[in-house]
Nanobody, 123 residues
């Protein structure tokens, strides 16, 4: 059974940085696009970033572009989210996810989801 497990969440001050990791297991995710979504308190879950498996193409939401960076290690079945210049508005539960298709990733009902890790940014 495919699983994704996030780690690296925590409390950080505004302007600080944090790196989230997501470890896949149960199958190889080498041929999957992998990404991150988040859900802030009282808000709907939203797309954050995705990275394609074959060519490393990436997409970001406008709200994080220029501040967050997604990367992956296919040999380790792992995807990372480097978050810089964090703002209180970035406070959310961050979910790792994966899907066979990179195209329209932000609009898809994605195949595999992690349980989430909480990021809290204090002002």
């Amino acid at each position: 059974q495919a699983q994704l497990v996030e780690s690296g969440g925590g409390l950080v001050q505004a302007g600080g940085s944090l790196t989230l990791s997501c470890q896949g297991s149960g199958r190889t995710f080498r041929s999957y696009a992998m990404g991150w979504s988040r859900q802030a308190p009282g808000k709907e879950r939203e797309f954050v970033a995705v990275i394609n498996w074959s060519d490393g193409r990436t997409k970001y939401s406008d709200s994080v572009k220029g501040r967050f960076s997604i990367s992956r290690d296919n040999t380790q079945n792992t995807v990372y989210l480097q978050m810089n210049k964090l703002e209180p508005a970035d406070t959310a539960v961050y979910y790792c996810n994966a899907d066979r298709y990179y195209v329209d990733y932000e609009k898809r009902y994605l195949e595999v989801w992690g349980q989430g890790t909480l990021v809290t940014v204090s002002s």
